[in-house]
């Protein structure tokens, strides 16, 4: 009889050796829990090692509700809870109260400046006893006239003593025809070209119907034909007066007497009048280049009388064909800089071959004009440029900037260092350069993508140049 124990018969294994049951589940603990299985069979790698399946592991999911409230009157608890409520609460206050002195006490940022519509564009000067007709039908027209502000690049029409002396509130007919001047304010409406002209005269015709009809004597300063602006039933006749012509089309009315207090005030009374209808419509400094441009004129004079207006707003009443005649071939050069200084121009003087030479030039000076920088940055001169030269740049934080430099000797270059000024940096963009020679002076547009070291710019003899830059404080 053959002896078998423990699953061996007669020394030799048997199949009962081999585990009765796949899956045996073995306890880990007596409390319910995760539980071991072993299992075994065609899964298990045939090294003979088995695999453990442990289960889900349970996690901590936080005490119940009945455990919370064991907790609930504990005075620790209640405590703390109350010192968070608190704490909450009061940084809550704190960050507020922060936030309000911060925004008290913040300096405010300066409004943004802005200039009035009479300001922005130059002024062209619209003369029809000696315009450029552009129809070739010896007649004048709005049509001409839009068309001279368009080749010229310009927004504003100044058209002189449009105000008849002997009575202000009739056309000046000695100057201009009805029907011509009819015309050009229709287009002008039409087209959104702004048209100005002068205020009526401070120092009255000896003709003027206030003055023969002797019932507004005291419209004057004592024995005087001076208007006494003073006067409130003066002003009150002004403001209907300039409210009439602004109903025609005038938009602007430009003050060349020399100002004083009186006429100061008298000026912002009219303004705040018309404000409803049209704002800044009378304005004052306008200054005559012809009183400038004398012979002997050079760069110091230039540069004296730049000084002298930097910090007001001027209408330079300005005729380059005439200049010149006195400046010669400086003409160019105080062009371009007229249109990026502070103020207005006012050009005159286009018949149909000065304009045909100088339209593209002064396209372009219009565009420059119109960049935020020209209108409103601040204006600041290079001072070691040495005799014949004068250079300055306009910077605006935040918008490109521009150098201006000309160099108004005929014999010498020189290197101008713009970066003497806060804010210039690095290289500046050729937008606009004169180059004076014995038979022609060649302009360019800005279309060179060269750039130059501000450091370093060189101007030639009787030589401009304008370069964009990007300004870095």
């Given at each position: 009889?053959?002896?078998?124990?423990?699953?061996?018969?007669?020394?030799?294994?048997?199949?009962?050796?081999?585990?009765?049951?796949?899956?045996?589940?073995?306890?880990?603990t007596n409390d319910a829990g995760p539980e071991v299985k072993f299992t075994s069979g065609a899964d298990n790698p045939p090294n003979g090692e088995a695999k453990i399946d442990v289960?889900?592991?349970?996690?901590?999911?936080?005490?119940?509700?009945?455990?919370?409230?064991?907790?609930?009157?504990?005075?620790?608890?209640?405590?703390?809870?109350?010192?968070?409520?608190?704490?909450?609460?009061?940084?809550?206050?704190?960050?507020?109260?922060?936030?309000?002195?911060?925004?008290?006490?913040?300096?405010?940022?300066?409004?943004?400046?802005?200039?009035?519509?009479?300001?922005?564009?130059?002024?062209?000067?619209?003369?029809?006893?000696?315009?450029?007709?552009?129809?070739?039908?010896?007649?004048?027209?709005?049509?001409?006239?839009?068309?001279?502000?368009?080749?010229?690049?310009?927004?504003?029409?100044?058209?002189?003593?449009?105000?008849?002396?002997?009575?202000?509130?009739?056309?000046?007919?000695?100057?201009?025809?009805?029907?011509?001047?009819?015309?050009?304010?229709?287009?002008?409406?039409?087209?959104?070209?702004?048209?100005?002209?002068?205020?009526?005269?401070?120092?009255?015709?000896p003709g003027n119907i206030w003055v023969t009809d002797g019932n507004h004597s005291d419209y004057f300063e004592p024995n005087s034909r001076k208007l006494n602006m003073t006067n409130?039933?003066?002003?009150?006749?002004?403001?209907?007066?300039?409210?009439?012509?602004?109903?025609?089309?005038?938009?602007?009315?430009?003050?060349?007497?020399?100002?004083?207090?009186?006429?100061?005030?008298?000026?912002?009374?009219?303004?705040?009048?018309?404000?409803?209808?049209?704002?800044?419509?009378?304005?004052?400094?306008?200054?005559?280049?012809?009183?400038?441009?004398?012979?002997?004129?050079?760069?110091?004079?230039?540069?004296?009388?730049?000084?002298?207006?930097?910090?007001?707003?001027?209408?330079?009443?300005?005729?380059?064909?005439?200049?010149?005649?006195?400046?010669?071939?400086?003409?160019?050069?105080?062009?371009?800089?007229?249109?990026?200084?502070?103020?207005?121009?006012?050009?005159?003087?286009?018949?149909?071959?000065?304009?045909?030479?100088?339209?593209?030039?002064?396209?372009?000076?219009?565009?420059?004009?119109?960049?935020?920088?020209?209108?409103?940055?601040?204006?600041?001169?290079?001072?070691?440029?040495?005799?014949?030269?004068?250079?300055?740049?306009?910077?605006?934080?935040?918008?490109?900037?521009?150098?201006?430099?000309?160099?108004?000797?005929?014999?010498?270059?020189?290197?101008?260092?713009?970066?003497?000024?806060?804010?210039?940096?690095?290289?500046?963009?050729?937008?606009?350069?004169?180059?004076?020679?014995?038979?022609?002076?060649?302009?360019?547009?800005?279309?060179?993508?060269?750039?130059?070291?501000?450091?370093?710019?060189?101007?030639?003899?009787?030589?401009?140049?304008?370069?964009?830059?990007?300004?870095?404080?």
């Amino acid at each position: 009889m053959t002896e078998e124990k423990n699953g061996v018969k007669n020394g030799e294994a048997t199949t009962e050796m081999a585990p009765q049951e796949d899956g045996t589940k073995v306890p880990l603990t007596n409390d319910a829990g995760p539980e071991v299985k072993f299992t075994s069979g065609a899964d298990n790698p045939p090294n003979g090692e088995a695999k453990i399946d442990v289960g889900v592991v349970p996690t901590f999911s936080g005490l119940s509700k009945d455990e919370l409230m064991r907790y609930n009157d504990d005075p620790f608890w209640t405590r703390l809870r109350w010192f968070l409520f608190i704490m909450f609460w009061a940084g809550w206050a704190a960050m507020l109260v922060a936030a309000i002195v911060i925004i008290v006490q913040t300096p405010r940022c300066a409004p943004k400046e802005t200039l009035l519509w009479v300001q922005e564009s130059a002024m062209v000067n619209y003369d029809p006893n000696e315009a450029v007709d552009f129809n070739n039908d010896a007649q004048v027209t709005g049509a001409d006239v839009k068309e001279l502000a368009d080749g010229l690049g310009v927004t504003t029409v100044y058209l002189e003593k449009l105000i008849s002396p002997l009575n202000f509130k009739e056309l000046n007919g000695g100057r201009y025809k009805k029907d011509e001047i009819t015309s050009i304010l229709d287009q002008a409406k039409k087209d959104s070209l702004h048209i100005v002209t002068d205020f009526v005269d401070i120092d009255v015709d000896p003709g003027n119907i206030w003055v023969t009809d002797g019932n507004h004597s005291d419209y004057f300063e004592p024995n005087s034909r001076k208007l006494n602006m003073t006067n409130p039933g003066l002003l009150e006749e002004l403001k209907g007066i300039l409210s009439a012509w602004v109903g025609k089309g005038v938009q602007g009315f430009l003050i060349s007497d020399p100002m004083d207090p009186e006429l100061e005030k008298a000026k912002d009374i009219l303004n705040d009048a018309l404000k409803e209808e049209v704002d800044g419509a009378v304005v004052s400094g306008v200054t005559d280049m012809q009183n400038v441009l004398v012979p002997g004129f050079n760069a110091a004079k230039y540069r004296q009388f730049l000084d002298e207006h930097e910090n007001d707003w001027s209408y330079f009443k300005y005729n380059p064909k005439v200049a010149e005649g006195t400046i010669n071939e400086l003409v160019d050069l105080v062009t371009m800089t007229l249109f990026l200084v502070r103020g207005t121009p006012v050009l005159d003087g286009f018949d149909s071959t000065y304009l045909q030479k100088e339209k593209d030039n002064i396209h372009v000076l219009s565009s420059l004009r119109q960049k935020e920088s020209v209108q409103v940055g601040s204006m600041e001169f290079v001072n070691n440029t040495g005799s014949g030269v004068v250079a300055f740049a306009r910077v605006l934080k935040g918008t490109p900037g521009y150098a201006v430099a000309v160099n108004m000797r005929d014999d010498n270059s020189t290197v101008v260092d713009f970066t003497s000024i806060e804010g210039v940096k690095g290289k500046g963009e050729i937008h606009f350069y004169s180059v004076q020679n014995e038979t022609a002076t060649q302009i360019s547009d800005g279309t060179n993508t060269e750039k130059e070291d501000l450091n370093k710019i060189t101007v030639g003899p009787l030589e401009g140049i304008i370069l964009q830059f990007v300004p870095s404080f």
